[in-house]
């Protein structure tokens, strides 16, 4: 029976399981080295933080509601047009306006098994239906993804690379999976770790969405660019996409710190590129070390790895519980169909040598 006592929330919102983001430590315990959550260990550009500290003395100013500032630079940067470009507090909002946007109750929205917690998430909290769609050796499989395109199909969600994987479709693929899709299907390229991705094969959708009236492109600053803190995503859409979404945007969404260190961060190339070459140095070493003492980790293209166990008693449980009293803070993925796994972050020199040191250990118990 209907409680009539106090008001109820429309069918699928309470089957939504809320997002558990990556733990803290115990600093009380000694030094932390949180690899949880994918954050960069280079920190934020220092340009990027100067512009925050200049805004900050003038915050009784509400921020420009178009983050006009932002998107030029984002534009400059990457050759794109304005004008297609819409900005966010954080990518995760964006994933949430293209649900509310293009959903409507009973529509179904597509992710794969492995995918962003999220997606599942904005679905159901936009009326919709998840169907999730198994994926191929940890990776998205474009054939199954097609096979599940029914005629309640409106939107597919597809992380590239993805988290927490690693793994990614090479372009010709994604192409693909777009050619296969009908016209009216939205088709959502997350592409949060694009920066960090060194293959020739691979491109983050840009030129997609440009020859396209049904691809979205979204992106984020909490990773390379180091200001998660501040909550910043940008998507790259057609132009009615862009009309659409603004509707149901707030109007300001963006707030001035994260506009001007937004903009100072992504113009400054350096940073981003010793981001690049510290992360292709120590990616391949903690993959290797890692794979040396007897632990399957699947190949990846961002800045973090995910380290399977084997089930003799030296279960992902017990590697986490042994990590964390030793300050090692690492990502439990269970949520994501792996019981047994663990997602670790490229850290710092200190953290990465520490994590190897330690599950060397923990593996001769």
């Known amino acids: 029976m209907t409680d009539t006592l106090r008001p ?25 080295h949180k690899l949880s959550s994918n954050e960069t260990p280079l920190g934020a550009s220092p340009d990027a933080l100067d512009a925050a500290a200049q805004v900050l003395s003038h915050a009784e100013f509400y921020p420009d509601g178009s983050a006009t500032e932002l998107r030029m630079a984002i534009a400059e940067v990457h050759g794109l047009n304005a004008q297609n470009i819409l900005c966010s507090n954080g990518s995760d909002e964006l994933l949430g306006f293209l649900a509310q946007t293009y959903l409507t109750a009973g529509d179904e929205g597509i992710f794969t098994e492995h995918g962003f917690l999220v997606y599942r998430i904005q679905i159901l ?29 409106r939107i597919v969600f597809l992380a590239n690379p993805n988290n927490p994987t690693g793994t990614y479709l090479p372009f010709e693929d994604v192409r693909r999976l777009h050619a296969g899709l009908p016209k009216h299907v939205l088709l959502v390229l997350d592409a949060a770790y694009a920066e960090y991705v060194r293959r020739n094969d691979y491109e983050s959708g840009m030129e997609l969405v440009s020859a396209s009236q049904n691809v979205v492109m979204t992106r984020t600053f909490s990773k390379i660019h180091g200001l998660a803190a501040l909550r910043i995503g940008w998507m790259y859409a057609p132009a009615a996409i862009i009309d659409a979404v603004n509707r149901v945007r707030g109007p300001f969404n963006v707030n001035a710190l994260a506009i001007a260190a937004g903009a100072a961060a992504i113009r400054d190339r350096n940073h981003v590129e010793e981001a690049v070459a510290y992360n292709e140095a120590w990616l391949p070493w903690v993959t290797d070390e890692l794979t040396k003492i007897g632990l399957r980790v699947t190949p990846s293209v961002g800045n973090f790895v995910l380290v399977h166990f084997p089930q003799n008693g030296r279960s992902a449980e017990a590697a986490d519980a042994y990590l964390t009293e030793r300050g090692y803070i690492l990502r439990r993925v269970a949520g994501y169909g792996f019981p047994n796994a663990l997602r670790m972050t490229i850290g710092s020199e200190e953290a990465n040598r520490g994590v190897v040191s330690a599950l060397t250990e923990f593996m001769k118990i």
């Open 8 to 32: 109820q929330p429309r069918p699928g919102v309470m089957d939504i399981a809320a997002y558990v983001p990556g733990k803290h430590g115990d600093a009380s315990k000694g030094k932390v």
């Open 125 to 153: 909290a936009a009326g919709g239906v998840p169907i999730v769609v198994e994926e191929k050796d940890e990776r998205a499989d474009v054939d199954a993804i097609l096979a599940a395109v029914t005629e309640r199909t």
